[in-house]
Structure formats: C-alpha cells, structure tokens
C-alpha cells in the first residue's frame, strides 16, 4: 500500500513537486489549498508491468496544465518521446494525466502523494496504462494514465561513473507483500540499456533475460528522501485544530468520521465494524485528546475526487481516482487516504503549545477496486484502516524497511511502519504511534510570564512605535493604550511572535501610555508588563471640523486653528474610497470652500495644519456629506487626473508605501482617448496602465481595464462625472496586482440634464480587490506545483546565451534601458488565434518603461519595464502589468549576452504584476 498523505517527499534536491501546478519556475502564495493523501500498494512485477502497459516510453518533461473536464482533480503533462519502446513508432509527444491539482466544487486543491516528483527537462521512462484518460483541455491533445499509478515512472538519471539508470522511489510508501506470492527482486536502480533491451524483446513477444539490476540503491544517486514521525503540509505540521479549541474558552469538538452505506468486499460485516475499531484504538490513547466519533453511514461518495465536508471512509473507488483495479496475482494500489487544508482561509495555520501547525479541515479513506483477495481478515482491515487514520491525523510513517530506518524495534512495531506487518495484529498502536499524536494533540502548556522592557517611540506625528521582550509559550500578545492619563482600553492583539507593533491611529502632540500582556491556549500572563509612555511630535490638530455643502459640486469646510506658526492647511476629500487633495488654504484660516465635487455624491474631509515649528499636525477627519443634486461638471485634467473619453471620465489613484508614506499618482502625458498612465515616484517609471472602454453595445456598461507593476497598496478610482457614479479599485500591500478586467464599471444610463432634474440617487460607489493572491520566484528556480494555481504568470526561469546581439526597435520590440534589453510578446486568444504583440507609438519616451497592443493600435495591453537594480542586489529588475486574461508569453533579452526569461500566463487567467527583482544577474 502507498500512502500518500500531507507528507511532501523531500527525496532529491533536483526534483519538484507534480500536482495541480501547470507550469515551471514559480511558486504562487496565498492562493491555493491543499489535500494532503497516502496510498497502499502492492508491488507489480517488471513482467506484469511491461506486458500489461500499452505504451512504453523515454520521454522529458516539458510543461503541465490543469486537466479540464477530468471528473476529479488532476494534472496534464506535457511530454515529449525520446524513444519508443512498446507503442506506436511515430510518436513523438504525449501527454500524461496525474492525479491531483485544483477542485472547482471545494476550492481546495489536493496534493495526491504518490504521483512522481519530477522537474522540467527531466528525463523519464514511462509506462502508460491501456485505457487513456478523457480527453483533456489542451487542444487536440489525449491524455493517457501511467500504469499502476507511481509504479509505471521511473526517473532517469545519469551517475557520476558514467552508468545511466532508471529507478522508482517507494520511500514513503507502505508495501503489502501476498502470502505465498513469488518473492519479487529487490527494487532498486536498473541500468537503462539493459532494461530497456529487456523490454523491447517482452514488445516483441519474446522473454528475454532480467539482466539489467545494479548494485546501486536510490540512495547512492542523491540525497533521498528523509524520514519524519509527523507529515509537513505548507512548511508546517499538519493537525486538526477542532480538538483543542485554540482558548480556555473553547475547549474543542469531536471530528465524526462515516463509512459508505455500502461494504467492503472481502470483509465480513462490511468493514463497518473494523473502522470503529480503528478509531478507537486512536480515541482511546489516554495521553492525547483525540476526538475522532464515529458517525454512522453517508450516502456520500466524494472520497478523494473532491472534498465534502463529509469525512469518510468509501468502498471501491467510485471517483475512478486510481488508475487501474487492484489484481492480487499482479499487485497494484489498494487504498488511499487525505487530509485537506486551504492556504487561503485566515485560519489555515494555527498555533497550539507554542508552535505553528498547518490546519487540517477535513479527511478521507478510499479503497480501491479489487482488494476483496487480500483484505479477507478482520484484523488486517483494521491494521489498514487505524494505519490511514493515522494519516489524517497527520502522522507520518515511523521508519521503513527500503532504507534500514525500521532497525529499532520500537519503530518496526508500530502501525505507522511504511510496509504493513501481515500479522493480523489489527489496530495495535505502539509507543511510537502514541508518541506522535501526544505531540499532536496534548495540550501541555502553562500560561506565559508576562512581558517585559515594553518601550514606546514617537517615529512621527502620526506613528509610535511598539517593542517589548517576552518568553514562553505566546500566541498572542494584547496591546492596551491610553490617552493623556485616562483609562487603558485595548488597542489591538498581535500574534504571538511579534516583539513589535506601529501605532498609525496616534494623533500629533497628545501623550500617550501603552501596555501588554501575553496570551496563549492556556490563559494570559498573570500580570501586564510596564507601562511606556510618550508624546507624539507636531502641533495641536485642528478641532471642530463642520462641512456644508453649497452647490452640487462645492462645499464650506470650517475648523478651530489650534496650531501656532503654521505656512497652511491641507484638506483632503474622500468620495471614493480614497482621499485625494481638494484645498491648500493658507496660514490661520478657518475655513475653505472646496470646489470641483460630483453632484449626489457622499464625501469625507479630513484636514491638519502644515509648516509650524512643532511639525505638521495629524489629521482631523469631519462628518460627512451628500452634495444635491445638480448638472454634471465634466473632467478638468490636471498632473493628478486623467480625463477619458471626452472628459466624461475621471482617473485618478492614490498609493501607499512601505513606510506608510502615501501620495497620488502623476499622469504620463500620451494623448490618447480610452487610455491612461500613471507614475507614483519617477516620471521614467510608470507604474499603471487604465482603459474606459465603452461596452454599452454588448454589456450596457462602460468596462475598466487596468494593469500595475506595483505591489503597493492603490486606490485607483474611475468617475462618471455624467452620474456621479463611480467604481473604486484597491490593492493590498504587498501584493503584486492583478489585472482589472471589469465589464460591468460603469452604467451606460443617461446622465444629469440639469439642476431640476429631481431626486437623484446618491452615486453608486462599487469597491473591488485587485486581487488576493502574489506570484513570487522559489530560491531554486523550480515551481513548487504543488502550491500554484491557474492565476498565476509563470516565469520560465533564465535562459542561458552566450551570443551579445545589439536591440533594434521596431514594430514587434521593444529596447529599454539604454537598448540593452529587448522585450517580445506573443499571445494566443480563446479561438486559437495566435500573434506578436505590437510596440506603442507614444508621444512621450521612457528609457525603462513602455507599452504594447494585441489587437486594435488604441487598445493597450501590456506595460513592461526593465530597471537598473545593481546599486541594490546587483540585478537588473523586469516589472510588466497587462490588462488581459488571454494566455501570453513575455520574452525579456539581455542583448550583453543573449540570455533571456520568459513569463507566461495561462489563457483564461486574469495576469497579476510581475515583479521579479532577481530576473537578471548580469550586473553592469
């Protein structure tokens, strides 16, 4: 039996994970979960194998892709055939279909550990089973299935003697070997010549002699895979979080688990009765507190194809996840159990006795097709079915018999072994088993002393800045504050980790004092740490702020100037979602009328003093307004704002940085109709690109197309100023940004008329996140598949050249930094259509930045930057946004040295930014 559970083998350092990825050379974070799984098998002989594989063939790896329509997660990948041993002579491209990658129903996507590990390029000889898998989403492509699942890939490597073998990794797996079965060779490396010479002659029909075993083992090709007591899922250990529930407060829950309302073939009584018994033996270990119940029988069959929020155990495969039934003359996978987790959920990691641990969120068991002439005991059900619980509960295997880790008794007894015992011992754990799941789940903790050395430093008038020490076991620190000597209130709550916190809700020349104490699952410190205390820099901020609207389109703010020195007043308006400057009024006034407003629409003020010798004051926010109706004010451009389509449109954004610094963009001045850009810092550096595209024909709206090579927090805002509607768009920070593709912005209904034209609604503010996930680089280079998904632009990794070749601009290229780097695109649409993009003809020049067009010359697509970062981390910088979800491929050329890298989204996906700062180690 393989298992195939939340434990990701870490067996070679050169290989990458295979599961609902679909590309190389990135990891994606935020956005994907997870199933964790195990699987049982008994091995295939090389005859069976060989004589029962349709095709047999030495292929390299060259891309993967989510299967569409599969019927259950799965991944396709594309392969391209070496040689052709047993099949049909003219191939030359194949594509294989494995279990696991993203699940439409649950949003969770699940990791299916037993499908090989492997890494683009990569050499490997495949076995393809006789019946092909559905058709996949690749156009004109037919997806076959290995045979017998992970025992039909062999991986090809090349050894430092020079000898080239083909070996399998069963490292993790747990092996049933038959009573009285013919005792199979040792699985270990075969040399490739010879077994490939082998299994021509078994193509022919001849039988040939199995002379192609080595001395070798796996482990004299690398660093293998290690062994660990628990499973890692997402960097941590995954466990269930019900059973504790994470305070005093909440002391947990019981997790029911169900069996199929049908029976297990093979076993008397169906297997019903053996599954509770597994359960047991895990519930009543009385030095953890797991709350496994049984929970009788469900109807429900989404076993490993998706998850339910039904954990169970089901009979017979009714997903179809396994490749082929289970034949005891010739072995084969016998059952599979997962765990599920999610990266997404705000709670997918968890702290219990002061470590983090994965959260697991549900489970399942399936058995394959088949097993009824093996699992014919009792007993042996158990040992199988308390083996995979143990799984779910995230537990690893304690040793295996493949490396000579299961010397120790005590490992070699326990039921988490990787090869079962045969010895009908039945749900038996040992202290090893125990010893797992008291780490698990045994709440052993006292609660924290309290903090201590809490200091308190004004950074501006705005910010005060929070440390403290702390030891022990900590989840959470709760931080309290007060104001000029009144009563402490809490402030916030900040994970246990934190040594530091930044307080943005200060206000400029006020006292301020702060406190802590440490929380964790067993109470909060019994005493708060000291109290630090410290005064905000700036002038006394302006008080009793009073806004009155005047006109449709202005409005009377009035305020108590409580400063002395000042040069001035800022006052900001916010009708969007985003404050952007509305008044500069001069030193000791009280009031300012602001003008240039939409009629019907709802405002905020907010205002603070400027240029007195105390410093700038924070800032006083007013109560807000809705402006009358009236007739509408068309755009007015200005080096904030951007006017589209005849000034019937207003662009403007706002960001913020790192440090808290905010600012509103400058407009890239190009003169076009439907399109704007933006910078936020150097004008040679443009960071946005808009569309208002008019739609009304098709979706009776005008569309928002915008794309931003930024992981900065923005708030781009686009107004109707014929309706004073408007729709507001935001970015996290430190989160590269998606493309906004929005077909439904603005309503294409009549505007204002006049200022009789009666009551008119107030204006429509519609918010959207840019985006909730970001695209970054793993260290190698490599994709971890495992964790991407379907939004993600993928770089390809670096290209090596060795040829320097001048760059040339012309219609399809693009020269940027001093011509040292070309930039080429290509594009394929949803009908297949495929094309080079087209250079921008602009008005303005950028050195570093400039833009492209797929299909109309005034319809922008891509805005790609290449900047100097050598002063930095001595790399040059590749930054592009593009405002489409069509699939496209951007090639970036150091024309020094011919090398390149490229970066592709997949064709239906919205392209976040590409913000890659290590794209190029070519500095000068």
């Known amino acids: ?90 191939l030359s491209h194949v594509t294989v279909r494995l279990p696991g990658g993203f699940d439409p129903i649950s949003g969770l996507d699940m990791y299916f550990h037993g499908v090989p590990e492997l890494r683009r390029n990569a050499r490997a000889l495949i076995f393809l089973s006789a019946n092909p898998a ?12 290995l045979h017998h699942l992970f025992q039909g890939f062999f991986h090809v490597a090349d050894t430092v003697d020079g000898q080239t073998v083909a070996y399998r990794v069963f490292a993790d797996a747990q092996e049933i070997v038959l009573s009285g079965r013919k005792t199979l060779a040792p699985e270990g490396p075969r040399d490739l010549e010879r077994f490939t010479a082998w299994l021509e002659t078994r193509a022919r029909g001849g039988k040939g002699v199995a002379d192609y075993h080595t001395e070798l083992t796996v482990a004299d090709l690398g660093p293998q895979q290690q062994k660990f007591t628990l499973l890692v899922r997402q960097g941590f250990n995954p466990r269930w979080r019900d059973f504790h529930g994470g305070n005093p407060d909440n002391p947990g829950r019981s997790v029911r688990f169900f069996t199929f309302n049908g029976n297990q073939a093979g076993i008397p009584g169906g297997g019903h009765s053996e599954f509770q018994q597994a359960i047991n033996a895990w519930v009543s270990d009385g030095g953890s507190d797991i709350r496994y119940v049984y929970g009788g029988r469900t109807n429900s069959q989404g076993a490993l194809s998706f998850f339910d929020d039904i954990n169970a155990i089901t009979w017979d495969d009714p997903g179809n996840v396994f490749d082929e039934a289970f034949n005891c003359a010739t072995g084969g996978t016998i059952a599979g159990a997962s765990s599920w987790t999610s990266p997404n959920a705000p709670d997918r990691h968890h702290t219990f006795n002061g470590r983090t641990f994965t959260t697991i969120y549900g489970a399942d068991i399936v058995t394959n097709k088949g097993i009824s002439c093996w699992i014919g005991t009792n007993r042996r059900a158990q040992e199988v079915f308390a083996h995979e619980l143990g799984h779910t509960l995230g537990v690893g295997h304690s040793c295996t018999l493949d490396n000579n880790s299961c010397a120790s008794t005590v490992l070699n007894q326990a039921i988490m072994r990787a090869q079962a015992h045969g010895d009908n011992r039945g749900a038996a754990l040992n202290s090893d088993d125990r010893a797992a799941v008291r780490f698990l789940y045994t709440n052993n903790i006292q609660p924290p002393p309290a903090p201590t050395n809490m200091t308190a430093t004004a950074v501006n008038e705005g910010q005060v800045r929070l440390t403290w020490n702390a030891s022990g076991n900590v989840n959470s620190f709760v931080i309290e504050r007060r104001v000029n000597g009144g009563s402490f209130s809490q402030l916030t709550t900040v994970g246990g980790s934190q040594r530091a916190y930044n307080d943005n809700t200060v206000r400029s020349g006020t006292t301020y004092g702060y406190k802590t104490r440490a929380v964790n699952s067993a109470g909060s410190s019994d005493q708060d740490s000291n109290i630090a205390n410290v005064t905000t820099p700036g002038s006394t901020p302006p008080t009793g702020v009073t806004v009155q609207a005047l006109t449709a389109t202005s409005a009377m703010v009035t305020w108590t100037d409580n400063s002395t020195g000042e040069t001035g007043f800022e006052i900001d308006a916010d009708g969007f979602g985003a404050f952007f400057p509305a008044s500069r009024p001069g030193a000791n006034a009280t009031s300012a009328i602001v003008t240039g407003l939409n009629p019907s629409t709802t405002y905020t003020f907010r205002i603070r003093s400027v240029g007195s010798p105390e410093g700038s004051s924070s800032y006083t926010q007013s109560n807000q307004i809705t402006t009358p109706a009236g007739t509408p004010v068309p755009c ?63 979706t009776d709206h005008f569309w928002v197309f915008a ?28 989160t590269s940004s998606a493309a906004i593709t929005d077909t439904e912005a603005l309503s294409c209904a009549e505007g204002l008329t006049n200022a009789d034209s009666g009551d008119l609604e107030p204006a429509v503010i519609r918010y959207r996140q840019t985006t909730d996930f970001m695209a970054t680089e793993s260290e190698s280079g490599l994709s971890d598949l495992s ?124 392209s976040p930014a590409i913000t890659d700062v290590e794209a190029f180690a070519t500095c000068p």
């Open 707 to 734: 794309a931003a090579t930024t992981n900065l927090e923005y708030h781009l805002q686009v107004i109707d100023t014929e309706t004073g509607r408007g729709s507001v768009y935001e970015n996290p920070l430190g």
């Open 787 to 910: 964790s991407a998904i379907d939004t993600s632009v993928l770089s390809e990794g670096l290209v090596r050249g060795d040829q320097k070749a001048d760059c040339t601009a012309d219609n399809a290229s693009l020269c940027l930094t001093n011509n040292r780097f070309k930039a080429e695109v290509t594009w394929r649409d949803f009908s297949n259509n495929e094309g080079s993009a087209s250079v921008v003809d602009l008005p303005v020049v950028a050195d570093d930045s400039g833009l492209f067009w797929f299909f109309q010359s005034d319809n922008w697509e891509m805005l790609v930057k290449v900047l100097n970062g050598c002063g930095i981390n001595n790399h040059f910088w590749v930054f592009s946004a593009a405002t489409t979800n069509v699939q496209y491929t951007l090639k970036i050329t150091d024309t020094e040295n011919g090398q390149f890298r490229l970066f592709t989204n997949p064709l239906g996906s919205s």
């Open 1 to 90: 039996m393989r298992h195939r559970i939340s434990y990701l083998s870490e067996a070679s350092h050169h290989m990458i994970r295979f599961s609902g990825a679909f590309s190389w050379g990135v990891a994606l974070l935020l956005l994907l979960a997870a199933q964790a799984q195990a699987t049982q098998f008994v091995r295939v002989s090389d005859q069976d194998l060989a004589d029962g594989s349709a095709a047999i063939l030495e292929v390299e790896l060259l891309d993967a892709q989510p299967a569409i329509g599969s019927g259950f997660p799965a991944t396709d990948v594309s392969m391209s055939v070496r040689r052709v041993i047993k099949g049909n002579p003219t």
């Open 636 to 698: 007015v451009a200005n080096g904030n704002t951007q006017c589209l389509r005849n000034d019937r449109f207003k662009v403007q954004v706002a960001w913020r940085n790192f440090e808290d610094a905010t600012g509103t963009a400058s407009v890239v001045e190009v003169g076009s109709e439907s399109s704007g850009l933006f910078w936020f810092f150097d004008e040679n550096n443009w960071e946005m690109l808009v569309k208002v595209l008019d739609g009304c024909v098709l």
């Open 134 to 145: 559905e058709t996949s989403g690749k156009a004109g492509a037919s997806a076959h299935r």
